[in-house]
T-cell receptor, first 116, second 110 residues
Framework: GAVVSQHPSWVICKSGTSVKIECRSLDFQATTMFWYRQFPKQSLMLMATSNEGSKATYEQGVEKDKFLINHASLTLSTLTVTSAHPEDSSFYIC????????????FGDGTRLSIL | LAKTTQPISMDSYEGQEVNITCSHNNIATNDYITWYQQFPSQGPRFIIQGYKTKVTNEVASLFIPADRKSSTLSLPRVSLSDTAVYYCLVGDPQGGKLIFGQGTELSVKP
């Protein structure tokens, strides 16, 4: 199997709050983890790619100081949305992949973030 | 960036075979083409991947022509539970980024 657990599944918080989302690969070692953002009725937009023990690589237009990514172990990556504002409200999804370019990504069930 | 084109939506009836094509005219030479299924408010689920010709597993088949400018996901005998959005994922030839297609919303009717 290849199970990825993402928590929390739903967050509602006030503007200015920082929110941390966890992504864990439960039964395999994830060399690479990905973070996506998805708006309603749209495809997944890659935010950043992280490799264990290295700094994340952010996509163009994604503020690295706003979206802090840590991939401290082969089974855990975290995304922290700092000082969140209403425009950060979205569906955030992580995925994890074993070593190897053509290893499929296995996805968590996403986090619905609502900033009031 | 690699550009992909998928039909926005498709309708089918239970028991029919459904073929969803993703056109991708410029993708990374060594990357596999992967397809995912996504239900509302869930993460995508891996369906199948391949490099060339035909790949089949217990749920789907994937057809990739020799020029790799497209790929077709084939779902045999769909059921109501196959109603979902289906995405292709390909590699960009410049920079190595993996790119999701726009997604095809499949609606299966009784």
């Amino acid at each position: 199997g290849a199970v990825v657990s993402q928590h929390p599944s739903w967050v509602i918080c006030k503007s200015g709050t920082s929110v941390k989302i966890e992504c864990r690969s439960l039964d395999f070692q994830a060399t690479t983890m990905f973070w996506y953002r998805q708006f309603p009725k749209q495809s997944l937009m890659l935010m950043a790619t992280s490799n264990e023990g290295s700094k994340a690589t952010y996509e163009q237009g994604v503020e690295k100081d706003k979206f802090l990514i840590n991939h401290a172990s082969l089974t855990l990556s975290t995304l922290t949305v700092t000082s969140a504002h209403p425009e950060d409200s979205s569906f955030y999804i992580c995925s994890a992949a074993r070593e190897g370019r053509n290893q499929p990504q296995h996805f968590g069930d996403g986090t619905r973030l609502s900033i009031l | 960036l690699a550009k992909t084109t998928q039909p926005i939506s498709m309708d089918s009836y239970e028991g029919q075979e459904v073929n969803i094509t993703c056109s991708h005219n410029n993708i990374a030479t060594n990357d596999y083409i992967t397809w995912y299924q996504q239900f509302p408010s869930q993460g995508p689920r891996f369906i199948i991947q391949g490099y060339k010709t035909k790949v089949t597993n217990e749920v789907a088949s994937l057809f990739i022509p020799a020029d790799r400018k497209s790929s077709t996901l084939s779902l045999p005998r769909v059921s109501l539970s196959d109603t979902a959005v289906y995405y292709c994922l390909v590699g960009d030839p410049q920079g190595g980024k993996l790119i999701f297609g726009q997604g095809t919303e499949l609606s299966v009717k009784p």
